[in-house]
T-cell receptor
């Protein structure tokens, strides 16, 4: 039982490049989330998926897109990376909505130069 | 708009001390208040959570105190240990129901416990 897995662990991009961050969970959870963590800012919600087949914007969605591929997988895409997107990205899942425990992945450290 | 304000940003205590981390919220629709603990290089993990029908919840050495009228809640760590050194985040969410509740995090507190 791996919990929440994320790939890659580290990534360096040049401004304007695109990439997709992958996330998968094996806990049969309905809801999945993408956060970014920046020093002094806590964790900010980028997008979430309340259930398979639905996605919705969080607090900081600009510059990102998501796909809930199936119940297990939720990917985050940066179409044209910018230095302001340098951050640590965390995927999380919960059995139902945000009033239940969220389980976090190990994170992806992204640097955009 | 920062709906959950956390203080202090950093905290240093000696082993055995009782660090206290405070959070204040604005949204009266919040009714689920978790604390997450994060070690360097790891994702956050749920430490303890409270709902507003109680004023205090204790799990081991960790206690949440909740003041609904003041819209404040705090984390106390009894008999702190060097292994408690981590970043702590408070958070808040509306409950379930017809509208989907999203978790809002505080800014985080870096706790260092010296041996």
């Amino acid at each position: 039982n791996a919990g929440v897995t994320q790939t890659p662990k580290f990534q360096v991009l040049k401004t304007g490049q695109s990439m997709t961050l992958q996330c998968a969970q094996d806990m049969n959870h309905n809801s999945m989330y993408w956060y970014r963590q920046d020093p002094g800012m806590g964790l900010r919600l980028i997008y979430y998926s309340a259930s398979e087949g639905t996605t919705d914007k969080g607090e900081v969605p600009n510059g990102y897109n998501v796909s809930r591929l199936n119940k297990r997988e939720f990917s985050l895409r940066l179409e044209s990376a910018a230095p302001s997107q340098t951050s640590v990205y965390f995927c999380a899942s919960s059995i139902r909505d945000s009033s239940y425990e969220q389980y976090f992945g190990p994170g992806t450290r992204l640097t955009v130069t | 708009q920062q709906q959950v304000k956390q203080s202090p940003q950093s905290l240093i205590v000696q082993k055995g001390g009782i660090p206290i981390i405070n959070c204040a919220y604005e949204n009266t629709a919040f009714d689920y208040f978790p604390w997450y603990q994060q070690f360097p290089g790891k994702g956050p993990a749920l430490l303890i959570a409270i709902r507003p029908d109680v004023s205090e919840k204790k799990e081991g050495r960790f206690t949440i105190s909740f003041n609904k009228s003041a819209k404040q809640f705090s984390l106390h760590i009894m008999d702190s240990q060097p292994g408690d050194s981590a970043t702590y985040f408070c958070a808040a969410s509306p409950g379930g129901g017809t509208s989907y509740g999203k978790l809002t995090f505080g800014q985080g507190t870096i706790l260092t416990v010296h041996p």
